[in-house]
């Protein structure tokens, strides 16, 4: 076997489909190794690869792999394979002596992008795990999102949120726009989420934290002021997508004008129930 550069041997860790492939490449060339370089493959072992047993004994029992590296400096092994939703990973890496303890904030970007980019089901072991080690998920990243706001806005499945939910998250969170996961509803890939986002006064009475503007379809825009609670912020998007009609395809502004007005409706329910 031809040596490789550690760029393309981790590239041959990343995507081979052959588990002999890789514990061959990797024992080819572990003497040229570093003990850091030999740490970053490890890495990427557990975090691209299913079957890695056999090579990642290599790599620590013989190639003295370090379990506590950070990846770029800034991420634990342990933690990649969260972000990779790989739990078996993650038992393995434990057992090897990785802690998963929250001690830096970086390491909760891993766990919110789970939340990301996974039906529930997917990530049932997962979840599992780091509740295991005392983990929770109402937590706010650096860049003022949460869980919950990252899978309002970019999940696609429904029970994700209503999971989130039923760990009582804080839905009242703002993100660096001055928004709450709330005012995303009307607009999450997941359908049918004000039903489980929007249940009583309180949440259609929630403010944007500041004088501030949504673009949710191209060229249609959203503004609004802190005094606007978010009924408002409904008839102002309502007003927003008719003044930009012209500009949108069909199945788009038929799309989100009908779940907007839906949230009206529900929202007048929840305001009659209130006052009755």
Do not use: W
């Not at 770029?72 to 342990?78: N, S, T």
């Not at 970007?109 to 990301?116: L, R």
């Not at 403010?207 to 609004?224: D, H, L, Q």
């Not at 007003?239 to 779940?259: G, P, T, V, W």
């Amino acid at each position: 076997m031809q040596r490789l550069s550690f760029q393309d041997l981790k590239r041959k860790v990343r995507t081979s489909q052959d588990p002999d492939e890789v514990i061959a490449c990797i024992g080819q060339h572990l003497t040229f190794l570093t003990r850091d370089e030999r740490s970053e493959l490890l890495c990427d072992l557990l975090e691209y690869q299913e079957i890695f047993f056999e090579a990642a004994e290599l790599l620590i029992e013989e190639g003295g792999a370090d379990i506590h590296y950070k990846k770029e400096g800034v991420i634990p092994i342990v933690f990649c394979a969260v972000g990779a939703n790989k739990p078996i990973a993650v038992q393995y890496a434990i057992k090897k002596g990785a802690r998963l303890v929250v001690d830096n904030p970086d390491y909760l970007f891993a766990i919110a992008y789970i939340f990301k980019h996974h039906r529930l089901a997917a990530i049932t072991d997962m979840l599992l795990l780091l509740i295991e080690h005392n983990i929770d998920f109402n937590f706010v990243l650096a860049s003022q999102e949460t869980p919950l706001l990252l899978a309002t806005r970019h999940n696609n499945n429904r029970e994700v949120i209503q999971y989130l939910l039923g760990e009582e998250v804080d839905k009242y969170v703002y993100d660096e726009d001055g928004f709450t996961a709330i005012h995303y509803v009307p607009f999450a890939k997941a359908p049918n989420l004000y039903k489980d986002m929007i249940v009583c006064m309180d949440d259609i009475l929630v403010r944007p934290k500041f004088a501030t503007s949504m673009e949710p379809v191209f060229e249609c825009v959203i503004k609004v002021n802190e005094d606007h609670t978010f009924e408002e912020f409904i008839y102002e998007a309502l007003n927003a997508f008719l003044e930009n009609r012209h500009r949108m395809y069909d199945d788009i502004f038929e799309k989100y004008y009908y779940r907007l007005h839906m949230i009206a409706e529900h929202i007048s329910l929840i305001r009659s129930g209130a006052e009755s």
